[in-house]
């Protein structure tokens, strides 16, 4: 089938170049003239592992444009895979959909608006009014939310749990349904508002569960048990499951934050009020900050400290950092007057940090003179960190792991003073 995407951003581009990998032909359309070029040139402006390699393998059926005309011609499926931020109140930015739903140009051939994006449940049928509203009765609307995950996202694509489609006509579904041909998966048919919700409801289920494992974590510090044997105790649990239950410093990323938001918000708009949901998002911001704490334990103050933060990417294998922890705690550090030196491995684009942050390009440099180390992301580089180096490096030799990521035993019998998350505490270096 021939299919339009609004959109190269993350979703649009794993999207168009996963269907493009099944045979169809794509053509991806973005309002950045810069991004369209640099797709064309072969250069891919996101980090996500094999996604360079496929669109370059699929290159005789992807079409990059900034021209509206040239996606919406011929094309049988339109996704929309514009981005749909918070805005200030919680809500979803629904700008960019509304523009593609306002820029579809009159056309009797049968078409089928997609949904990608992740929008609040109802507005599906205020496309729906707004497409008939405008004379076009020959577009379908279809909701298909996605559920990739950064890092995995092409496997998650190939290897889906499920697909959700959700149509006001089935034929509209049918042909959803048949793009994926080649894909073994359970595709669960809905109705549009239904669709809508299983988004909202599947990610905020997940933030309930990092939530919970947190705050059980956070109780074990207290209690001297140990959160990863109590994870794997109540994953084994057939009813509960062993994903979304390591603890840490908290979750970030483009979806997880956003989505909780959107459907507290959206909850709170139709008279709810999400009592769970505003307890996950505080659980979750008060948990990036106890690593403050935590070195203010160690360190007494923290100002004049040289912290290094390892890790600025909200989780490995991308460089995404919108709602990283490492952005919360590099402003409270800078704020308590701490000495700042980060390191990731891939994050190039550094204009979220905040002014007086010292990048650094290895970890030696981060640690040189530092008084603490905090790995912030579970990068695969920092299972080593705990070296004689790092030893000889750091001015004193304190790891806070955030990830979990270190063997206790053995960081704290190579000299070094260890602070996991929901970990029998050690003593503290000034005792
Ligand atoms: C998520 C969903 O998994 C995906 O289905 C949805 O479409 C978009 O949001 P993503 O944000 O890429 O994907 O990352 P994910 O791997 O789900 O992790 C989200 C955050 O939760 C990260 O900050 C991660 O560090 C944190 N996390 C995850 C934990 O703290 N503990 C866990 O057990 C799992």
Known sequence: MRIGIFGAGYVGLVTGTCFADLGHDVTIRDIVPARVEALRAG?????????????????????FTTEIADVVRDADVLFVCVGTPPTHSGDADLSAVWTVVDELPQDDRRVVLVMKSTVPVGTGAKVRTALDERGLHNVGYVSNPEFLAEGSALSDFRNPDRVVIGAYEA?????????HQGIDTVFVRADVASAEMVKLAANAAL?????F????????????ADVNT?????????????????????????CFPKDVSALKQLAGNAGYHFQLLAS????????????????????????????????????PNTDDMREAPSLVLSARLLAEGADVRVWDPV??????????????SSVEEALDGADAAVIVTEWDELKSVASADALARMRTPLIIDGRNLLDPETVRAAGFTYEGVGRAVGPAVSA
Do not use: W
């Open 230 to 254: 109590v994870a794997l105790g109540i994953g084994l649990d057939h009813r509960l499951g062993k994903h979304f239950l390591r603890a840490g410093i908290g979750f970030g990323g483009s």
């Open 207 to 211: 933030a309930v569960r990092i939530s």
């Open 347 to 360: 994050v190039e684009d550094l204009g979220q940090l905040p002014h007086g942050v010292v990048v650094c």
């Open 171 to 179: 034929a509209d579904g049918d042909v959803v349904e048949r793009l």
């Open 280 to 315: 996950v998002i505080e659980v979750n911001e008060l948990q990036k900050r106890r690593v403050i704490g935590k070195l203010q334990k160690h360190l007494g103050t923290v100002r004049d400290k040289r912290v290094a933060l390892l890790g600025l990417a909200f989780k």
């Open 43 to 63: 250069r891919v402006p996101i980090y996500e592992p094999g996604l360079k390699e496929l669109i370059a393998k699929n290159a005789a059926r992807l079409t």
């Open 213 to 224: 494992i947190n705050e059980i974590a956070n109780v074990c510090e207290l209690t001297g």
